[in-house]
């Protein structure tokens, strides 16, 4: 039986996305924590900051939580701010670019499992 937790903000660890300068990454709850089924991340996206072109095996959802950034996803681009949502299917090519002066945050969740992401740049 899965037990009920409670992380507190000041908790999470960020690290740098190896992919992509100016990218962070927050594991706000995952299997390391109890979660079954699936994992949620808080990603801050730095002024300036760009993620290249790349799929995934699993799909993402997404929640923007702060500032305006553009999503690429397959052949369309996105302009996206704070209450937007998206979701990325398994094996979609996206890539996210912040040409702003405020830093974007989104909320992504994903099923457990790996994550591997394959650059296609």
């Given at each position: ?55 995934n ?40 670019r ?21 650059l296609?740049?």
């Amino acid at each position: 039986m899965t037990e009920p937790l409670l992380r507190r903000g000041d908790e999470i660890e960020y690290e740098t996305v190896a992919a992509a300068d100016g990218l962070e990454k927050g594991v706000l709850i995952a299997d390391d924590h109890g979660a079954p089924n699936f994992a949620i991340r808080r990603f801050v996206l730095e002024p300036g900051a760009e993620v290249p072109k790349h799929t995934n095996e699993v799909e993402h959802e997404q929640y923007v939580l702060a500032g305006e950034y553009t999503v690429g996803l397959e052949d369309e681009e996105y302009e996206v701010e704070a209450g937007d949502s998206l979701l990325i299917p398994a094996g979609a090519v996206h890539w996210y670019r912040n040409d702003g002066d405020e830093p974007g945050a989104f909320i992504c969740a994903v099923p457990n499992g790996d994550d591997e992401i394959d650059l296609l740049e």
